[in-house]
Structures are given as C-alpha cells and as structure tokens.
C-alpha cells in the first residue's frame, strides 16, 4: 500500500507502524516472548552494544513485538519515535525521571488523574523536584505559576475527571517561551480524536490500558515524540528504570489498536445520547460532557484541536454524595469499576476511587466534588445504557 492511503486514522490503526512478518508472512506479528537474543559472533554482539550495529539485544532494551506496537503508536501520533511501559505511571515517571533534574519545577494541571498528582505532589519532591498545579486553561494562572526554574508544563486535555479543556497550542506557546517543554496526556481522547504532537506538544503519553487496547486485560503505558534529543534521554530512562513493556503485552495493545477507531466513534456516539439523556434528567444537577460545553472560547478550542468529544462522562446528583453511591449501586449494565475506555461501560466515584489519595483539598480545588460521579461510556446499545441508568436514577 502506498504511504499516501495510510493517512487516514482509520487505515492507520489497521495498517500503520509495525512492519509485516518477515519470515512467515503472518498478517499479525508474532509474539517474541523471548528475554534475550542470541549474536551471531562476539564481533556482531559488540557493534551492538556500541551502537554501531542495529539488532536486538535483550527485551528491557528493545524486542520486535514491542517495537510494533510503538511503531503503531508513532504513526497514529503522527510521532517519529514512541516507547512502550509497563503501565501508564511507568510511562509517566520515565518521562519525570529523563527530563527533570533536582532543583527543578513542573506546572502541571490541577485536575489530574489521581497517581500523577500523587506522584507529583509527594514523591518528586524527594527528589528535589518541586510542582504546582494550576487550571491549565487559563494561560494567567500557567503564567502566575512560572518560575525561573520551572522546565515543564505538564497538561491533561481534557482533564481527569473534571473534562476542562486546555490549549494545547497555547499552551506550548506558553512554555517554549521560556524554554521549557510541554508534555500532554491524550488518554482520553485518544489519537483517534486529538494529537497534541500536532498542536506544538513536545511529548504525548497514553495509558494503553485505556481506549488503546480496549479490552480491560492489559496495563500499559506509551510515550511518544518527535525530537532526537528526547528520544534518547527517554530511551536511556525507561531502559535504567526498567519500566519497560512485556512482548505479550505489547501484542494485545497492537491487537487493540486495529479496531481503535471503531471502538472509539462508536463509544462517543453512545456518550453524546447519555450526557443529553443526564442533562435532561431531574436527578441530576451537573453535567460536565465536551459537547454541552457552552463557553464560546472552550468551543473554539475544542474545534481546533479536538475531533470529538470523547466517551467520558461527569456528572452530579441532586442528592450529592450518598445519591452518588445508591445509583453506583444500583446500576445493573454499567460495571462499577475504575479504569475506563474499555468496550463495557465503566461507573465511579473519583473521591473514594481513583482520587481517593489525594488531599481533599485540593481535589475540592481542582473541581472533583465528593457528590461527582465518572462514567466511560461503552460500545453497549445506547438504549439499554440509557435505560439502566435510568431505572438507576428512578432509585434515589
């Protein structure tokens, strides 16, 4: 196939990246489960070590199943280079651990998921790094957080599990100016719906656990980007820290990613009926859903980065907290479960789930109340979502 009919996200998630079984010709690449890999003379084993070679040498440094699913990652990212971890924390602190130094100061955005301002919050400071956590759609508040010191800015778009949308171009802008570097978290919207590289993003980082593999049977993470420099200081982290991917892993992501953007457009047509279905509810006093965003700034961000609204809905009862935990309860389709981006829809309560570790404080401040309630819409018929929910709600 021509390099021109690969531009499209759909054709990508089929056909991008990883290259075709050399020695078989399987259509899916096999499984290299293998830790190490033999050379054929000490000279060959040698180069490559030395970098003078090409070749694979032992999987935490490199293995042909992992490398095509990066590749698959790199090319729906529109990224020249991507690496796979263990998890989405793994892929998040190998980027903390390459790029920062002690002395150093990140602004990350307020709303987070919770094990990232967690980590952020307390464990980098032992390592001499300092954050401070503001609403990164607001470019006064990212410029009244600045430092002299401060190397980057850190954005989730949108937010965990607020929704609140930040510009990306902003954003960078924001940060090149002061020779710092922005990294963004798409894991909710997925290439699919959002490439920050293309936005002036320096890094892009993925749970593949979520709408990348699809399936709720693997944990994962990805980080991708475009310059040289980064690449290799990523490549020597996450190869020392040891965060890497197993080849089985690496396979059921790249076996998810083939029907990405199904999964992805079928899920978000679901969510856009059950936000307006909440909306409408009078059960519920909130919604916060992209699409019924009605800031007029917002909406023209959204248009310019976002291809969609996504599939995550939050949303507030009337009842507050105790109405929250009766409908969680009492919902019979939708899974009570944290995690999201799954083909099954996913319900949670992020106070005493996902944020649950984070001071109460600041999970007030950032918007996540103790009465909100995440839900991840699934590829279920909307109808029956609906009308669990519904049969749900009629219970408080």
């Not at 940060?175 to 699919?192: G, I």
Request: aromatic share 6%; charged share 25%; with cysteine.
């Amino acid at each position: 196939m021509k390099d021109d009919r690969k531009k499209n996200i759909d054709t990508l998630c089929i056909h991008g990246g990883g290259e075709a079984d050399p020695f078989y010709k399987a259509v899916m690449p096999p499984i290299y489960q293998t830790s190490t890999f033999a050379f054929s003379s000490t000279e060959e084993g040698a180069r490559r070590f030395e970098g003078k070679e090409k070749g694979y040498i032992y999987t935490r440094l490199g293995n042909p199943t992992i490398k095509a699913m990066e590749d698959s990652v790199a090319a729906l990212e529109d990224a020249s280079f991507a690496f796979a971890a263990s998890s989405g924390m793994a892929a998040i602190s190998t980027l903390f651990l390459a790029l920062l130094r002690k002395g150093d100061h990140i602004v990350a955005s307020s709303a987070l998921y919770g094990a990232t301002r967690i980590l952020i919050e307390d464990e980098l400071p032992k390592l001499g790094i300092e954050g401070s956590f503001v609403d990164t759609g607001d470019e006064d508040e990212i410029s009244n957080a600045w430092k002299p010191n401060t190397k980057l800015l850190y954005v989730e778009t949108p937010a965990n599990p607020t929704l609140r949308i930040s510009d990306i171009e902003l954003c960078a802008r924001l940060a090149h100016e002061r020779k710092a570097l922005l990294a963004v978290d798409n894991t909710f919207l997925s290439p699919v719906l959002q490439n920050p590289l293309r936005h002036g993003a320096d890094l892009v980082l993925h749970s593949v656990t979520k709408f990348l593999n699809g399936h709720s049977d693997v944990v994962g993470g990805v980080v991708a980007g475009r310059d040289p420099g980064l690449r290799d200081k990523l490549a020597r982290a996450l190869h020392l820290w040891g965060g890497t991917m197993d080849p089985h892993q690496a396979w059921l992501v790249l076996r998810g990613i083939r029907t990405l953007s199904m999964r992805v457009r079928t899920a978000q047509e679901n969510a856009r009926a059950v936000a307006a279905f909440l909306k409408g509810h009078p059960a519920v006093s909130k919604v916060l859903y992209p699409e019924l965003e009605e800031d007029q700034k917002t909406r023209e961000i959204m248009s310019k980065q976002m291809k969609g609204p996504g599939s995550l809905i939050s949303f507030e009862l009337r009842g507050g907290f105790e109405a929250g935990r009766k409908l969680l309860d009492s919902v019979k389709l939708a899974t009570l479960a944290v995690s999201l981006g799954g083909v099954e829809t996913l319900i949670q309560h992020p106070a005493s789930m996902t944020h649950s570790g984070v001071k109460r404080e600041s999970r007030m401040a950032s918007g996540i109340t103790d009465g909100l309630v995440r839900l991840s819409v699934g590829c279920e018929s909307k109808d029956d979502l609906i009308a669990d929910l519904e049969e749900g709600l009629a219970r408080l």
